[in-house]
């Protein structure tokens, strides 16, 4: 290209920016089709948000769904691990004075053994009960206890959660 043609084209694209630059409508134009493509891209971003928010609420439903799915399947395969409760088992002993040392020894025993909880003692009107809470069936504690300690009483009755002892009379 020769240097005539090089002015020519410069002259020519000067000439077109000083036009454009004279007509202040076509930058209003120009500015306003800005203004509007920004508010656009604002109203499709804004929109999105909103369906992203759907979107979270929705698999977090779907989580707290298959949460309980799950606890009721496996409690069904597994069983609940509220029916696993402890037993209330009680322990009642008859014709015993309060303090007795045969009956302090037993509560001992009872209290320190595995496998039980919340271990309480109550005496009223010559019978004192012993309350715990134990995996475990009355008969199955009562043969662990060891035999020093359950020597001195006598069963008068046993059910699955109840023990009834009492202490021989000196006359026995």
């Not at 053994?113 to 809470?133: A, D, L, P």
Request: glycine residues 8%.
């Amino acid at each position: 290209m020769t240097s005539k043609k090089v002015h020519t084209i410069l002259l020519i694209g000067l000439f077109c920016g000083f036009v454009n630059a004279q007509n202040p409508d076509a930058t209003k134009r120009g500015n306003r089709g800005a203004a509007e493509r920004v508010d656009q891209v604002g109203q499709t971003v804004q929109e999105t948000n909103k369906d992203i928010d759907q979107t979270v609420e929705g698999i977090d439903s779907t989580i707290e769904g298959a949460k309980e799915t799950v606890e009721k399947v496996g409690s069904i395969l597994f069983g609940s691990k509220k029916e696993k409760n402890k037993n209330t088992i009680l322990i009642s002993i008859a014709t015993v004075t309060y303090g007795d040392k045969n009956v302090e020894n037993l509560y001992h025993e009872l209290s320190k053994k595995n496998g039980t909880k919340k271990t309480s003692k109550t005496f009223s009107n010559g019978v004192v009960t012993i309350q715990i809470e134990s995996k475990q069936n009355a008969d199955t504690i009562w043969q662990e206890i060891p035999q020093n300690a359950r020597a001195p009483f006598q069963v008068t009755s046993m059910g699955e959660n109840k023990i009834a002892v009492r202490l021989p009379t000196e006359t026995e």
